[in-house]
């Protein structure tokens, strides 16, 4: 079965750059999105179609993809930005989608 | 305002059976791709199934092929999850989420419904 593959955590202070990444075969041809879930929530939606921000999301979400890799970059990380976050997309055939195992930020 | 919530969730016995669903307002229904999403505790996100707007195509991941089946109904904005032959490892919190297909930025999630598999 098709996986994302992300890394299980990354650590940063708050103002400097996050950068969190997500590979998979399928991503040269399929869209990457990124999810935000904070301690209890439900997922919110930061990045759609690999570099796209739905309104209300802040600025210093983006996202890009290049090869069999999508990132996605949170420039000047804040404290409020710690979650969970995860990528989602589709494998080759467009049947089965799939969510990345998840990566922590922590952001202290 | 949007609004998606579950309903149907509870304790039951392995092997048996359970109905999800999830009422839509505040969107146009019959314009979203609709999916079940699953999160076992302490665990990631799971993809579960998804719906075309229609109806016309079901996709699920390979562990529920056989014992999950996803539907919806236009006409109520609803959608719905059958759940057999439940398993311990169904366990999780299930939730309705749905992506307008013009406008791929329109991406609800409901708050869940916990499914709990045990004797």
């Known amino acids: 079965s098709y996986e994302l593959t992300q890394p299980p955590s990354v650590s940063v202070s708050p103002g400097q750059t996050a950068r969190i990444t997500c590979s998979g075969d399928?991503?040269?041809?399929?869209?990457a999105y990124w999810y935000q879930q904070r301690s209890g929530q439900a997922p919110i939606l930061v990045i759609y179609e690999d570099s796209k921000r739905p309104s209300g999301i802040p600025e210093r979400f983006s996202g890009s993809s290049s090869g069999t890799m999508a990132t996605l970059t949170i420039s000047g990380a804040q404290v409020e930005d710690e979650a969970d976050y995860y990528c989602y997309s589709t494998d080759s055939s467009h049947n089965q989608r799939v969510f990345g195992g998840g990566t922590k930020l922590t952001v202290l | 305002e949007v609004q998606l919530v579950e309903s149907g969730g509870g304790l039951v016995q392995p092997g048996g059976s359970l109905r999800l669903s999830c009422a839509a307002s505040g969107i146009t229904f019959s314009s979203y791709w609709m999916r079940w999403v699953r999160q076992a505790p302490g665990k990631g996100l799971e993809w579960v199934a998804s719906i075309k707007e229609d109806g016309s195509e079901k996709y699920y991941v390979d562990s529920v092929k056989g014992r999950f089946t996803i539907s919806r109904d236009n006409a109520e904005k609803s959608l719905y999850l059958q759940m057999n032959s439940l398993r311990a490892e169904d366990t999780a919190v299930y939730y309705c989420?749905?992506?307008?297909?013009?406008?791929?930025?329109?991406?609800?999630w409901g708050q869940g419904t916990l499914v709990t598999v045990s004797s």
């Open positions: 399928a991503l040269p041809k399929k869209y």
């Open positions: 989420a749905g992506m307008s297909t013009t406008d791929r930025e329109r991406d609800y």
